[in-house]
């Protein structure tokens, strides 16, 4: 199994310029997570799925951040535009379809806006 | 005051020392999970647990729900355990989000 993947796993940017972020689950994860790292807030929860609907997007900071699940096997954010207080590292994380509440987290993407 | 809290921010042992990193929490919670981050960033879990205790290779984690504290503890800490070791906690009253610490870093010196 290739685990969550990622992609970009940087972006470089201008400030008002529009990001997309993807994530594949690993097949059979009904559960994906977006989170967010900074070093000034460690990890956060931006918004999670269930069954490719939206659970609870309380996280997503604002209207600039959104995200989507048109299936089962691809999750996008989107940032637009993007601020410089927006570099971050995303992290896109699912989980399996059991009782089990362990997460599986993929590379994360490293963005940069400038 | 955050929900989850660890301790200490920053570890610096030598290379065979024991070593315990502490979780508290102030929510109910149906699971809690140690998170290993290394340097190039990568996240990898290394335990999810409930109650009891939890034992991989030369790391062990212990949960005591009664007074919402978890540790994890390293024996025989070599270099390569250097990394950051972050607590999360499912809460009892959501449907899946992870409430995260702030993530404790260690270092282990040859």
């Known amino acids: 199994d290739a685990g969550v993947i990622q992609s970009p796993r940087h972006e470089v940017t201008e400030m008002g310029q529009e990001v997309t972020l993807r994530c594949k689950p690993i097949?059979?994860?009904?559960?994906l997570f977006w989170y967010r790292q900074t070093m000034m807030r460690g990890l956060e929860l931006l918004i999670y799925?269930?069954?490719?609907?939206?659970?609870?997007d309380s996280g997503m900071p604002e209207d600039r951040f959104s995200a989507k699940m048109p299936n089962a096997s691809f999750s996008t954010l989107k940032i637009q535009p993007s601020e410089p207080r927006d570099s971050a590292v995303y992290f896109c994380?699912?989980?399996?379809?059991?009782?089990?509440?362990?997460?599986?987290f993929g590379p994360g993407t490293r963005l940069t806006v400038t | 005051k955050n929900e989850v809290e660890q301790s200490p921010q920053n570890l610096t042992a030598q290379e065979g020392e024991f070593i315990t990193i502490n979780c508290s929490y102030s929510?109910?919670?149906?699971?809690l999970h140690w998170l290993q981050q290394h340097p190039g960033g990568g996240i990898v879990s290394l335990f999810m647990?409930?109650?009891g205790k939890k034992k991989h290779g030369r790391l062990i984690a212990t949960i005591n729900i009664q007074e919402k504290h978890s540790s994890l503890h390293i024996t025989a800490s070599h270099p390569r355990d250097s990394a950051v070791y972050i607590c999360?906690?499912?809460?009892?009253?959501?449907?899946?989000?992870?409430?995260f610490g702030q993530g404790t870093t260690l270092q282990v010196k040859p």
């Open positions: 994380a699912s989980r399996p379809l059991t009782t089990s509440y362990e997460q599986y």
């Open positions: 097949s059979g994860h009904n559960s």
């Open positions: 799925f269930n069954n490719n609907v939206p659970i609870d």
């Open positions: 929510v109910g919670i149906s699971a």
């Open positions: 647990l409930s109650s």
């Open positions: 999360a906690v499912r809460s009892s009253s959501n449907t899946g989000k992870l409430i």
